[in-house]
């Protein structure tokens, strides 16, 4: 009998093919998140389960699992996942690096440049047909070159979107628990500093951060109000990093120009008075959607799975 490789959501066809002959698939082509109920019934009768980022795989749903060798999600985070629980009963849990940080620096770098040059609302004033001419002081918006770039977190994406930085003549300041390594802040051109120092002294503060116990909220009130009244925050990581109730406050008193969002803290779901401020650009959590992309990591997630199956260890298991 073959094993059973049940597969949360939408998956891309190449990598359901690399999988077929190797387990009974089960997949869900709806669109739509399944209940936890049926998370816990897909447990306790799958091999392996291909996850999304938004499936809660908590101790119950493990504990669920007789069977199962693996959790293998489909991104690079996987605070979705309680991986002490997995690790407990011997369930691997895999993540897709390396395939996805520069494509979502590209999107980190598309945001930094559409809030600081207004290019929503200005779309969408055009497309109102309220452009009657050219007037020196439309849709002003603030320089990228030149200025300085904040990177909270300098993983492989913040590095990413610093090496990018270089191009835009720009300075950058960096803080993490760790620091790189010299060669890399040399070929970064990269700072080493204080959170608190970076929010004082950058034009555009970018988060790359993962969601632990020691990042939820490490942007709220205080932080925004050390940073300058003319900077950004664009924020391309995990919702929950960031107080959302203290960012539309802050942006509403005019604490920082502006800020681009492609999580939130309550996704999907918005906070209250994000929709009406218009210095606020709001996407919906597509930091790695582009198709070659997404068939990079899909196709990681199967070899992930395969790996486990054949009693190996999965070649990207986070523990
Ligand atoms: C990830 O990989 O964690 C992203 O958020 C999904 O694009």
Not at 63 to 68: I, R, T
Not at 75 to 80: C, E, F, P
Request: charged share 25%; aromatic share 6%.
């Amino acid at each position: 009998m073959k094993p059973v490789i049940s597969i949360t959501n939408v998956f891309p066809e190449a990598a359901i093919e690399k999988l077929k002959p190797r387990g009974e698939l089960r997949l869900n082509r709806s669109g739509a998140a399944l209940t936890r109920d049926d998370l816990k019934k897909l447990a306790a009768e799958s091999a392996a389960i291909v996850s999304y980022l938004s499936d809660p795989i908590d101790r119950e749903i493990i504990e669920a699992g007789g069977n199962l060798k693996i959790v293998a999600n489909y991104g690079a985070g996987y605070n979705n996942i309680d991986v002490a629980s997995a690790r407990e009963k011997g369930v691997w849990v895999t993540n897709t690096p390396g395939v996805l940080h520069e494509t979502t620096a590209d999107l980190t770098w598309a945001m930094i440049l559409a809030v600081a040059r207004q290019i929503a609302p200005a779309d969408r004033f055009t497309r109102q047909n309220l452009f009657t001419g050219w007037r020196a002081d439309l849709f002003l918006g603030a320089d990228a070159h030149g200025k300085t770039l904040g990177v909270i977190g300098c993983g492989e994406i913040g590095r990413a979107v610093a090496r990018r930085a270089l191009g835009f003549g720009m300075k950058v300041l960096y803080c993490q628990r760790r620091r790189l390594p010299d060669a890399e802040e040399k070929r970064l051109n990269a700072e080493y500093v204080s959170l608190e120092e970076l929010l004082r002294n950058s034009d555009y503060v970018t988060l790359h951060v993962p969601l632990t116990d020691q990042t939820r909220h490490m942007i709220g009130r205080d932080q925004l109000r050390m940073m300058k009244r003319t900077a950004y925050l664009v924020h391309a990581a995990r919702g929950k990093v960031v107080d959302d109730r203290a960012l539309v406050e802050a942006l509403k008193a005019g604490e920082i120009a502006g800020a681009a969002l492609d999580v939130y803290e309550d996704e999907p779901a918005l906070t209250p008075g994000m929709t009406n401020l218009d210095n606020l650009l709001l996407l919906p959590h597509i930091g790695s959607a582009t198709r070659e992309t997404r068939d990079r990591m899909a196709l990681l997630v199967a070899d992930n799975v395969l790996d486990a199956l054949s009693g190996k260890r999965p070649r990207a298991s986070v523990w």
